[in-house]
């Protein structure tokens, strides 16, 4: 009995790596169709940052969770600033889904969380492309209505 379990526990450590490779090779080719060179992009076995013109995308997997982790730096705060843009940000990730918004220090940021159990390589590239749409709306957005800073 204790064979069965064994190679039952084999079995599923072998699914999981693949997965995990799988999950790799599909964030790598979303990243290379979005017109990335991957080996630039690469910063860590489950983590990339795509550099694009003031933005910075990071894309972190793991592993353990099944999580996969996108993140875009949008602008920073303005100097002074009031209530209105909390109220804002929060007003805002209402309407948003598998997206939100929120604050680092004093840049604000946009971030999404997949599980990698129903990704596929179309599902994961139309996720990001969303980000990025949905980055610029809200960059442009942010400076426009309350004066943030573009620089990073």
């Given at each position: 009995m204790q064979s069965k379990k064994r190679a039952l526990y084999d079995t599923i450590n072998i699914t999981n790596v693949n997965n995990i490779e799988g999950i790799s090779d599909s964030i790598e080719k979303a990243i290379s169709h979005l017109g990335e060179n991957v080996l630039d992009?690469?910063?860590g076995p489950f983590e990339w940052v795509i550099r694009r013109e003031s933005k910075n995308?990071?894309?972190?997997?793991?592993?353990?969770?099944?999580?996969?982790?996108?993140?875009?730096?949008?602008?920073?705060?303005?100097?002074?600033?009031?209530?209105?843009?909390?109220?804002?940000l929060l007003l805002e990730n209402q309407k948003l889904d598998f997206t939100s918004l929120s604050i680092q220090k004093n840049?604000?940021?946009?971030s999404m969380l997949l599980n990698d159990q129903?990704?596929?390589d179309f599902i994961l590239l139309k996720y990001i492309k969303n980000l990025l749409d949905i980055g610029d709306?809200?960059?442009?957005?942010l400076i426009q209505k309350f004066g943030c800073n573009n620089d990073q």
């Open positions: 992009s690469r910063i995308v990071t894309i972190v997997y793991h592993q353990k969770s099944g999580t996969i982790i996108a993140e875009i730096e949008l602008c920073k705060l303005p100097d002074l600033y009031g209530y209105e843009i909390f109220e804002f840049c604000i940021l946009l129903y990704i596929t709306k809200y960059n442009a957005s």
